[in-house]
């Protein structure tokens, strides 16, 4: 007599859809609830895709209170001319979730959210550093930390380039803070906004940006 299979999670329901983070068939039921809550679903799977492409299509726009830092104002003007910086800080998340796998959205808005609290002190003139106590978000703040100490001495040594402000730092972390918060998935183990960035960095240029550098 043919053994009849059930659905590994539930344990009820017949599996349907094969699950590259279980590496088994689960039923379709238990693929729509524990998505990147339970399971740790890879950027490529086709479920995944297709329910990104679906929350995409039906976004809300976030309310004023759901804004990181509403009341930090800035001319788009002042990122266009920063892109660069603002580039190489997209790109050290890129490289950062590349070492560290278990790095998830929320872990980003939490290190950007840190470190622009951090620049918004130090714009005011008084310098107060509050760093993420949680380990994935403390040591993606450190990267961030690096690059752009690297960055400004990478601008002092060329000349003619003035180097970023503190101020001009915080706009271009509020910036990125936005984006993620509209773009990050709400689910524990979502990775919408980590994979959006790296979509931007191509393999082959990631390969040839492996260090930051300075666009003239």
Known sequence: MAQHHVCP???????????????????????????????????????LISARRYEEEHRKPLAESEIPFPDVLFSPDVIYEHQPFVTGLGFTIVK????????????????LTALAE???????????????????????YAAFGVFVQDYRKQEAAQPGFRTVKDVEILYALVFLSRMARSRAGERPRARRFIDFLRAQFPAEQQAQQAESRIVP
């Open 9 to 47: 999670i539930c344990d009820k329901r017949r599996p349907e859809r094969f699950c590259p983070a279980k590496g088994e068939k689960i039923c379709a039921v238990c693929c729509g609830t524990e998505r990147e809550v339970t399971l740790d679903c890879p950027s490529d799977c086709a479920y």
């Open 118 to 140: 951090t620049y918004r002190t130090l714009a005011s003139g008084i310098y107060y550093e509050k760093t993420p106590t949680a380990p994935l978000p403390n040591r993606l």
């Open 96 to 111: 950062f979730a590349a070492a560290e796998r278990d790095l998830v959205d929320r872990n980003v808005l939490e290190a």
